[in-house]
């Protein structure tokens, strides 16, 4: 969606807004700032929350309700599409600003909810247990009995520098990004620094990476600048292909123009005058959001020829990638931009010597590129001061798995890995946390008794725990360890691009010893344990070679999940194999099912659901499995109202 603005509002933050470099404006321009950031309003504002994960929870329905509810009712009020605030458990979100009143978040707002919610909202009653937060406001009338945003935990132990915006404000409108601050720190970057200045200012501000590598980017910036030539690009890396990771999609689709800030400044540093940015053909919401906001740059004349009257000229361009795993490897996703199979080159060289159409090249991942904005407005020093010593700044994260909220948060690096289970809620009532994963199909599990590791480049590599790009994966005592590193081994089986051996063979070879002890022996005879323990103390071996000699990052690190399992989860690797049992219930194979006599009715259902007709019995008297015919697919034990079908 395109929010229209006229030619007076372009004009007002063109001439008026983005030139000022100083923190604070004349009164008639700060006037007029508080009500483009909605701050002051003259007739209730209804905002919701619309991204792709809001979307899969029904925000659109309840946007259609909303909007019906308005047309019918003849209100004068405007609906606001904004982005998330992260807690994805409770959307739909749905905030409420009436006049003179302070900004008020309603949670699981579904489209049944909306007539007698707006009912009583609109005439300042909220419902009990409906409202989420209120946000803090020094010249508005606060609710009473809701708490404010930074009194729940899940905000108070956040370090929200890059996502403030998320949530807040529309991002289909370039004029509330520059409302709230957006753009000037590119126009302070243009009029008052050089190339070399710029990278040194990111190079003294410890910025480093935030794809998972870690690499400082001042000092990448810096290779690509220093290489005579006649053509350089930047490109950011928005193929976030993680299994679970979701921020930089949730991040883009919430504050897409400080993204576009960034590369501004960043294609600036290296004097690239072309820009690309390179996104996942399936993020639908997130490319169009993309699109709108370089658009709504071009017409603010803040991308093309001559940005800010500065000289300095960019184009940015999307490019869709092909949902391959190995394609956010930043020399196969160059090759892929060239319109070439994405396959990873060895290195060096590296892109910032010859990289997109063999010219310096620089690939920076999202989250990395968000950060530039803030540490050209407020100072190298400033953002220094957040994080740890070799580390600096925040860290998103995105957490899913079994923890009691699926959510997006932003933490200052140091802080222990506890927090980010804290701020998930921990695990699901009943249960038990078994370990926190990191990184991705290639990371590792860490076990609760590491819980106090801080978040940390140097701390956690050097206890062999990679950070990832942000997507976490909390664990509890229903998950199977063997199944999922199974399963990543399978997923980097499956996104190998096949180019080198020992990635090829070798994740294939691990797949196939993690299925063999995850499955039914075919017999008891001979010496087929032997071969499955064979198998798995030959892992270490396998595992080596292919850290060693694979081509590039995805099969060097492919073991990691694995070995870190194997050291952590011993026990339930020797389980699968000697007793053949997996105790979370998970491995399908390796389940005995019986049925309790005592509960069994002779019903018959089950019978006559068992694909391998492997229950028998009377009816109306009770029935037994057949182990031997039993597949272990557990239809008796969905089938069953009586609860007497259970496995070991």
């Not at 994966?473 to 180019?499: A, P, W």
Request: hydrophobic share 35%; with cysteine.
């Amino acid at each position: 969606m395109n929010t229209p603005y006229s030619n007076t509002d372009r004009s007002f933050f063109i001439d008026q807004v983005i030139p000022n470099l100083h923190n604070e404006f004349p009164n008639e321009i700060q006037d007029k700032l508080l009500i483009y950031r909605r701050e002051r309003v003259g007739k209730p504002i209804i905002y919701v929350g619309v991204t792709t994960s809001s979307i899969v929870a029904g925000a659109l329905q309840t946007i259609d309700a909303i909007q019906n509810y308005i047309d019918e009712n003849d209100i004068e009020a405007e609906l606001v599409r904004v982005g998330s605030v992260g807690m994805c458990s409770f959307e739909p979100i749905v905030d409420i600003q009436l006049p003179g009143k302070t900004r008020i978040s309603l949670k699981n707002v579904t489209a049944d909810m909306v007539p007698s919610l707006l009912d009583g909202a609109l005439n300042n009653y909220i419902q009990a247990g409906s409202a989420f937060f209120q946000y803090a406001s020094p010249i508005h009338e606060a609710w009473s009995d809701i708490p404010f945003m930074n009194d729940l935990p899940f905000f108070s132990k956040q370090n929200r520098v890059l996502l403030r915006n998320s949530g807040v404000i529309n991002p289909d409108s370039i004029i509330e990004y520059i409302a709230w601050g957006g753009y000037r720190a590119l126009a302070k970057t243009l009029r008052q620094y050089t190339c070399d200045s710029v990278c040194k200012a990111v190079e003294d501000s410890g910025l480093r990476g935030r794809g998972g590598g870690g690499f400082p980017t001042g000092v990448k910036w810096r290779r690509a600048l220093t290489i005579p030539t006649n053509e350089r690009y930047f490109i950011c890396n928005a193929d976030e292909s993680d299994p679970g990771a979701f921020m930089d999609r949730l991040f883009i689709e919430s504050d897409p123009h400080r993204i576009i800030e960034g590369i501004i400044i960043s294609s600036y540093a290296i004097g690239a005058n072309k820009a690309y940015i390179y996104i996942r053909n399936r993020y639908v919401l997130t490319v169009e959001r993309m699109q709108n906001a370089i658009r709504q740059a071009y017409d603010m004349g803040l991308l093309g020829y001559n940005i800010l009257d500065s000289g300095y000229s960019l184009d940015i361009s999307i490019r869709l990638g092909p949902e391959a795993y190995v394609c956010g490897e930043e020399t196969a996703l160059i090759k892929s931009l060239e319109g070439k199979r994405g396959m990873p080159s060895i290195k060096p060289p590296y892109p910032t010597e010859i990289g997109l159409n063999n010219k310096p090249t620089v690939v920076n991942n999202v989250e990395t590129i968000a950060n530039i904005p803030d540490i050209m407005n407020n100072g190298a020093d400033w953002f220094a001061a957040i994080g740890t010593k070799n580390s600096k700044g925040t860290k998103i994260f995105s957490i899913n798995g079994k923890a009691s909220y699926t959510c997006m948060v932003e933490v200052s690096m140091g802080v222990p890995l506890s927090t980010i289970v804290d701020l998930a809620g921990g695990v699901k009532p009943d249960q038990l946390l078994k370990a926190v994963h990191l990184g991705g199909p290639s990371g590792v599990s860490v076990v609760p008794e590491e819980m106090e590791i801080p978040i940390d480049f140097e701390e956690l590599s050097g206890l062999g725990i990679p950070m990832g790009s942000g997507g976490v994966q909390i664990l509890d005592e229903s998950v199977c360890m063997v199944d999922l590193t199974k399963y990543f081994m399978h997923f980097i089986r499956n996104e190998s691009c096949g180019k080198c051996i020992p990635c090829r063979e070798g994740s294939n070879r691990m797949y196939q010893i993690l299925d063999n002890i995850s499955r039914r022996p075919y017999s008891n005879e001979g010496h087929n344990t032997l071969e499955r323990f064979k198998g798995v103390i030959h892992l270490e071996t396998l595992a080596e070679v292919m850290r060693e000699t694979s081509l590039c990052g995805l099969g060097q690190t492919a073991p990691k999940p694995l070995l870190k399992a194997l050291k952590s989860f011993r026990d339930e690797f020797e389980e699968h194999i000697f007793d053949r049992k997996c105790k979370a219930g998970v491995c399908r194979d390796l389940r005995t099912f019986y049925i309790d006599v005592d509960k069994c009715t002779g019903c018959t259902a089950c019978a006559k659901k068992c694909p391998t007709s492997a229950i028998i019995g009377t009816p109306r008297s009770p029935y037994f499995i057949v182990e031997e015919k039993c597949i272990g697919c557990g239809t008796c034990q969905t089938t069953c109202k009586f609860a007497a079908v259970f496995f070991k």
